[in-house]
């Protein structure tokens, strides 16, 4: 089950935590995106810890909107992981796994720009 923004569809936040604990309680796998922050303004409110997410923060990159404003704003997103789900994906052998160096900041890449050997726009 994956819930997707539910600050955005105007879910009151302790019905949602509720719900969360009734989901746990069943052992049910989810991860949720909920919670964020853009440049220095959070959004959301974090989850609280009595639920035992296992919560990761991810750096989703430029903001696009700060860009057309003229601003370099990031966006990091809060990802919550069920306590279901943590624990199979402990248990879960992951192979072939690339590890990306986060102190290098992400090329954002331009339009019309030939991106790879097997890129088929050229200018």
Aim: charge should be negative; include cysteine.
């Amino acid at each position: 089950m994956i819930l997707k923004d539910a600050i955005a569809t105007g879910i009151d936040f302790n019905d949602f935590v509720l719900a969360l604990e009734k989901l746990n309680e069943k052992g049910t796998v989810f991860a949720i995106s909920y919670d964020g922050k853009l440049g220095d303004k959070a959004f959301g409110q974090i989850l609280p810890r009595c639920l035992n997410l296992e919560r990761i923060e991810i750096e989703v990159g430029r903001s696009s909107q700060s860009t057309l404003l003229g601003k370099e704003e990031t966006t990091i997103e809060s990802l919550y992981l069920s306590p279901s789900l943590s624990r199979s994906l402990t248990t879960t052998q992951i192979s072939n796994f690339t590890c990306i160096d986060i102190d290098k900041k992400p090329k954002q890449l331009t339009l019309w720009e030939k991106h790879g050997e097997f890129a088929a726009v050229t200018r």
